[in-house]
């Protein structure tokens, strides 16, 4: 057993310990509309699965509109690039079918080149260098790749109108990256052109550097958007390979190659999401805006989604993933797209598309047999809990 399929196997203790939420449902549910549609999304040349997928976002970016899918390091064939999956697919999809993408956009290094891309940030050092190694080693499928766990589509403040992509890595050094598409002929890029280094603080990531940031939404003000850090403390003082206790939901600028965050909305914020707590481990794995004062984030530990409400700095459970009587993705996903042996469903990407559905993905955990996502529609989801002001 190798070290990495060793510290998944630990991975698996540790969740099934915690796997069982125990937050009340706040939301009458509507059983009688509600639907969840699954897919099995393919590559574009429908042959090749769609693995690790680690986060979507439903938006348009110039022509195309539709669904923007990555997948982090174990991706394989799949890592290092952006797929997209256009929405007269989605419209056409059947459920318990295959989903076959529109296409696949690399990654591609910066055109200045990567000494001056280095010196316009900084001067480098080793973050940016390993950031280099993973790009390069995207095109010989060898070597270390990007760990890609968040995609939006949103704007800068140095380019305030220009939609751009917006990813983040996590696997050593957090970074957001800013692409953006060019295109030639018939083939397209996502080409770097800016990033900014998230610094975790001192003592608040596990050995693996694998806990940072997870999750990113554009707040819709050019250079303002929501992140989430997965963890921040170790679940367990004798486990420190992956902290799976106190995640951050932040408010940030993306400025000066920095992440910057707004300390005082996002500790607000934070300090209401960790009273939501109620198992051994509590963590973040996506987020997505919904409207003008909503933030949608998941809980891929405690199977649980919250919606954080901006203005009053507050962030309330919403749908409770494994309820029997309603969503029940463990009995829903038990045999899909294959049979699984975790007690848990490890949705690690969710977003929502102009009808109100809602899109999920899970990213299957290493001791899983398989590395095949399914793609989660939810039809009429339950109605949200009312901002506080509106109560």
């Given at each position: 057993?190798?070290?990495?399929?060793?510290?998944?196997?630990?991975?698996?203790?540790?969740?099934?310990?915690?796997?069982?939420?125990?937050?009340?449902?706040?939301?009458?549910?509507?059983?009688?509309?509600?639907?969840?549609?699954?897919?099995?999304?393919?590559?574009?040349?429908?042959?090749?699965?769609?693995?690790?997928?680690?986060?979507?976002?439903?938006?348009?970016?110039?022509?195309?509109?539709?669904?923007?899918?990555?997948?982090?390091?174990?991706?394989?064939?799949?890592?290092?690039?952006?797929?997209?999956?256009?929405?007269?697919?989605?419209?056409?999809?059947?459920?318990?079918?295959?989903?076959?993408?529109?296409?696949?956009?690399?990654?591609?290094?910066?055109?200045?080149?990567?000494?001056?891309?280095?010196?316009?940030?900084?001067?480098?050092?080793?973050?940016?260098?390993?950031?280099?190694?993973?790009?390069?080693?995207?095109?010989?499928?060898?070597?270390?790749?990007?760990?890609?766990?968040?995609?939006?589509?949103?704007?800068?403040?140095?380019?305030?109108?220009?939609?751009?992509?917006?990813?983040?890595?996590?696997?050593?050094?957090?970074?957001?990256?800013?692409?953006?598409?060019?295109?030639?002929?018939?083939?397209?890029?996502?080409v770097l052109t800016a990033c900014y280094?998230?610094?975790?603080?001192?003592?608040?990531?596990?050995?693996?550097?694998?806990?940072?940031?997870?999750?990113?939404?554009?707040?819709?003000?050019?250079?303002?958007?929501?992140?989430?850090?997965?963890?921040?403390?170790?679940?367990?003082?004798?486990?420190?390979?992956?902290?799976?206790?106190?995640?951050?939901?932040?408010?940030?600028?993306?400025?000066?190659?920095?992440?910057?965050?707004?300390?005082?909305?996002?500790?607000?914020?934070?300090?209401?999401?960790?009273?939501?707590?109620?198992?051994?481990?509590?963590?973040?794995?996506?987020?997505?805006?919904?409207?003008?004062?909503?933030v949608l984030v998941a809980d891929r530990?405690?199977?649980?989604?919250?919606?954080?409400?901006?203005?009053?700095?507050?962030?309330?459970?919403?749908?409770?993933?494994?309820?029997?009587?309603?969503?029940?993705?463990?009995?829903?996903?038990?045999?899909?797209?294959?049979?699984?042996?975790?007690?848990?469903?490890?949705?690690?990407?969710?977003?929502?598309?102009?009808?109100?559905?809602?899109?999920?993905?899970?990213?299957?955990?290493?001791?899983?047999?398989?590395?095949?996502?399914?793609?989660?529609?939810?039809?009429?989801?339950?109605?949200?809990?009312?901002?506080?002001?509106?109560?």
């Open positions: 057993m190798n070290q990495e399929h060793f510290s998944y196997l630990l991975l698996f203790l540790v969740m099934l310990a915690g796997a069982a939420p125990g937050v009340a449902q706040t939301t009458t549910t509507r059983a009688s509309t509600l639907r969840m549609d699954l897919y099995r999304p393919k590559m574009p040349d429908g042959q090749r699965d769609i693995e690790q997928g680690s986060d979507l976002h439903y938006g348009r970016l110039g022509r195309r509109e539709g669904l923007w899918l990555v997948c982090d390091r174990n991706g394989g064939p799949c890592a290092n690039q952006v797929i997209f999956i256009s929405k007269s697919t989605l419209a056409a999809a059947r459920p318990g079918e295959m989903m076959v993408a529109t296409e696949s956009i690399p990654l591609a290094a910066p055109t200045e080149g990567w000494a001056a891309f280095t010196q316009r940030h900084g001067g480098g050092g080793d973050a940016m260098a390993e950031l280099r190694r993973q790009f390069e080693n995207g095109p010989r499928g060898e070597g270390p790749l990007l760990d890609l766990e968040a995609i939006t589509i949103g704007r800068s403040a140095t380019a305030p109108q220009d939609n751009r992509l917006f990813l983040t890595t996590e696997q050593p050094n957090s970074f957001v990256l800013e692409c953006v598409m060019t295109e030639s002929g018939a083939s397209a890029r996502a280094a998230y610094d975790e603080k001192e003592g608040t990531r596990g050995d693996d550097s694998n806990d940072g940031l997870e999750g990113i939404a554009w707040s819709g003000r050019p250079g303002e958007f929501f992140l989430v850090e997965e963890g921040t403390r170790a679940h367990d003082p004798s486990w420190t390979l992956l902290f799976f206790q106190r995640p951050r939901l932040m408010r940030c600028t993306l400025r000066d190659d920095r992440v910057i965050i707004d300390e005082a909305w996002s500790n607000a914020a934070t300090q209401s999401l960790w009273a939501l707590q109620t198992g051994k481990t509590h963590t973040l794995n996506s987020a997505a805006r919904l409207d003008e004062r909503t530990n405690g199977g649980w989604l919250y919606v954080a409400d901006v203005p009053s700095q507050t962030v309330r459970p919403w749908l409770n993933l494994y309820d029997k009587a309603s969503l029940d993705l463990r009995t829903r996903l038990a045999e899909f797209p294959a049979p699984r042996r975790m007690p848990y469903v490890s949705i690690e990407g969710i977003t929502q598309d102009p009808a109100g559905h809602l899109w999920l993905i899970d990213d299957p955990a290493m001791p899983e047999a398989f590395r095949a996502s399914c793609l989660i529609r939810m039809v009429h989801p339950p109605a949200r809990p009312a901002p506080p002001t509106a109560q």
